[in-house]
């Protein structure tokens, strides 16, 4: 047998063995990645900058304050010792802010329906995880958008459900085809945890649905006190009208999730430029205002009630106004969000992965993939809108998502780092290798130990060679995401909610989900 023929017979027989040990599961804590990393290597601001802007936020909290509460909000917040001045705008003295930093709620879990999806986002543990409300699905082959339904809603959700590097699922669309506002929230949440068993966030526009969704969720859980001990479901509120001003409606679902149980997601979105200064650290000073003040008058409600710190920098392309989502602004903003929630102690959420491309197309995995590199490396505890979207939140892609685990993953890897240990650093391999061995690392004990444990490959990332990839047909990442896609969606049908307690959901509310889509066959 010739050299050439060994060669390539050890070669094949390598990576056989390769391909056999990868395909073997993990016990989690041996994975290369896994939900909860911790970042905080990349740092867009130093201490002292981190400094000014807290302080810059306490003098805009005390001086100009917020507009428009809600009667309910002006007296639980004056009773907290807010100010409400002649002109009609709450103000926030520095010891009010100080009181409630200290007794806000710290290291709490976002619970899941099962509990091996737990979050725990504190410090600098991150999460990447879904959101948005998206008006239209993509289909990345026409390139045509066209309205999202509840359908839409139930289906990102169970695709999730299968995604290892996708920690939660917060609904990214809109259900377009029901008017009725009730009905539209409360099936968004019905849609969302009916999908997946991983942690959900939802909103709502009025208490009344609120109080519905948390009835169903009581059902779901087996009772109001078991939702109480495991809240799986927090709502995205956006309390604030940027700048400066409550949005009353949210103020008023906001007191309901607070008392109900459910923790909250205080979310300022202001955009740069617009309704934010277009200085980047003005904006990020007004952001941490609206927050603080959001974290002010949840404490009032409810001391200690869990609440996330959504400091949502948004960014406008200043030419034409127009938000711009994958703009290397935003990572610098997001990435300084997850700074200002850690100096707190809070956990913080933010965005990334919002890409200004209409399709799934170069543009949309560079800007998806800077942002996720430099919002995740600084440790962001809950880093929303990370997978699905384009058209800076106007469009959402079901390919795009299964892409975007992939980023995601790599992200993760990133923020991982490099084990640098004795045993890494054992010279005995090389000295094998090099005096004893083959002249390669290929099929070393170290290689076949660690190929699992320290290396992520893609679910959906081609790294065939040339001939490989013609001999299966040259398929692009649209391609190759389609496939996969099809598979989960013919196969993947979650069945957590017992039948009888979604018949007793269904005899109840308007579900408008058809059952027949949320089974296989």
């Known amino acids: 047998m010739s050299a050439t023929v ?29 939900p909860g990393l911790e970042g905080g290597r990349y740092k867009p601001l130093s201490d002292a900058d981190v400094l000014k802007i807290h302080n810059a936020a306490l003098d805009v909290l005390e001086q100009i304050g917020m507009a428009d509460a809600i009667p309910s909000g002006i007296e639980v917040m004056t009773k907290a010792g807010a100010i409400l001045n002649a002109n009609g705008r709450l103000t926030f003295p520095r010891a009010l802010v100080e009181e409630t930093l200290a007794k806000a709620a710290r290291h709490f879990p976002l619970y899941a329906q099962d509990p091996r999806y737990d979050l725990e986002p504190w ?29 839409d809603c139930y289906d990102i959700s169970r695709v999730v459900d299968t995604l290892d590097h996708i920690h939660f699922y917060q609904r990214s669309v809109v259900c377009r085809e029901l008017p009725d506002p009730f009905e539209m929230d409360f099936n968004t949440c019905y849609a969302s945890v009916s999908g997946t068993t991983k942690h959900v966030g939802s909103s709502w526009v009025d208490p009344r649905h609120l109080e519905a969704s948390l009835e ?42 607070v008392r109900g149980g459910m923790p909250v997601l205080l979310l300022s979105a202001g955009q740069a430029g617009a309704t934010a200064p277009a200085a980047l650290a003005s904006a990020i000073v007004q952001e941490v205002a609206e927050c603080l003040a959001g974290l002010i008058y949840v404490n009032a409600i409810k001391p200690g009630a869990p609440a996330i710190f959504g400091t949502w920098c948004f960014v406008s392309d200043l030419r034409t106004g127009a938000m711009s989502g994958g703009s290397p602004e935003q990572a610098l903003l997001s990435a300084a969000s997850a700074q200002m929630a850690q100096f707190y102690d809070l956990t913080g959420g933010t965005a990334s992965g919002m890409t200004d491309s209409k399709t799934l197309d170069a543009q949309a995995g560079y800007e998806k993939a800077y942002n996720h590199a430099l919002v995740g490396n600084a440790g962001a505890n809950m880093i929303y809108e990370s997978a699905g979207m384009h ?57 076949l130990q ?10 959906i990332g081609d790294r065939s060679n040339p001939k490989e990839w013609v001999e299966q047909g040259r398929p692009d990442s649209v391609a190759r995401a389609s496939k996969k896609l099809k598979q989960i969606m013919n196969t993947h049908f979650p069945a957590h909610i017992p039948e009888h307690v979604d018949d007793a959901i269904r005899a109840k509310f308007p579900v408008r989900l058809d059952r027949a889509h949320m089974r296989k066959g």
Not at 136 to 142: K, L
Not at 219 to 229: C, Q, S
Not at 450 to 459: A, C, D, F, I, K
Request: hydrophobic share 35%; charged share 25%; aromatic share 6%.
């Open 391 to 447: 058209a800076s939140l106007l469009g959402f892609c079901l390919e795009s998502l299964l892409i975007d685990n992939d980023i995601i993953g790599a992200t993760q890897r990133t923020i991982k780092g490099i084990d640098v240990s004795d045993e890494s650093l054992s010279l005995e391999t090389i000295r094998k290798v090099c005096l004893e061995g083959p002249g390669h690392y290929l099929g070393s004990e170290q290689t």
């Open 216 to 257: 169903m969720l009581h059902m779901i859980a087996g009772g109001e006190d078991k939702w109480r001990e495991r809240p799986f479901v927090s709502q995205s509120n956006c309390f604030v009208v940027p700048p400066l001003k409550f949005a009353q409606d949210a103020c008023k679902c906001l007191e309901i999730a």
């Open 123 to 151: 410090g600098k543990r991150v999460y990447f995880g879904t959101a948005g409300a998206a008006v239209h699905m993509i289909d990345p082959v026409t390139n045509d958008y066209r309205d999202t339904t509840t359908r």
């Open 450 to 459: 660690l190929m699992q444990t320290e290396y992520v490959y893609p679910m």
């Open 6 to 34: 060994l060669d390539t017979t050890v070669r094949r027989g390598g990576r056989e063995a390769r391909r056999a040990l990868r395909a073997a599961p993990l016990p989690e804590n041996d994975r290369p990645v896994r």
